[in-house]
């Protein structure tokens, strides 16, 4: 015997129960399935904001550090005595550990990075040897030299590394909104979903309700 045909048959009182009953599971099970996928987008949300654009922040710090260490090297050039000048190593050796700090970081947050940040890495300790070599030239007096070293060889490894660390981070940009769409999408997909669902569900309801007498 079909469904519809048992449910005619049964009492009144057993047939409004059961609907509600029916419409109370229905219920239930799409606010569980929409508040289920709805919470699983969010935490996805979450940790995109925490990596994408968390990485291109640092990576954007990082350029800020190199472009204090390249105004330490000419301000080191004014400095008149040579305990001044020595003493910029100082805050070099800091900016330079603020910078591995940025990059290790953003490694963490992006392992699929960490090879392309780990080369950056190498370079930047490249650059500040080369800001050690002209806090010594200064520091000997030797203020032609000390802008050899800043224009021919400190400056073009500094604007490579800038470069590298703008792609790094526009990369980091295009990624967080890629997945911000896709997950645009899911949510809408689960929307969707859900409205035709409860629509079934309401269908049934209604369709068995007519056998209702």
Known sequence: ?????????????????????LMGAVSVAISVYALAHIRSIDQQYRALIA???RSALLLS??????????????????????SAIRAARVPL???QTQFGAKLAQSAALLPAKAT??????????QAFLLAGDVVDAAGRWRG?????IIHSQFEPVRQDLRGALAGLASASV????????????STTRTIVTTAAAAGLGLALVIALSAGVA
Do not use: C, G, P, W
Request: glycine share 0%; net charge negative.
């Open 1 to 21: 015997m079909k469904l519809s045909q048992r449910f005619a048959h049964l009492a009144l009182a057993r047939k409004i129960v059961l609907l509600v009953a």
């Open 51 to 53: 990596n994408e654009a």
């Open 61 to 82: 710090e990082a350029a800020l550090l190199l472009s204090d260490a390249s105004r330490l090297m000419y301000a080191v050039l004014t400095e008149q005595e040579e």
């Open 93 to 95: 050796a800091a900016l």
């Open 116 to 125: 392309a940040l780990e080369a950056l890495a190498q370079q930047s300790h």
């Open 144 to 148: 032609d030299q000390a802008l050899r």
């Open 174 to 185: 295009a990624d967080f909104e890629s997945a911000a769409l896709q997950l645009k999408r």
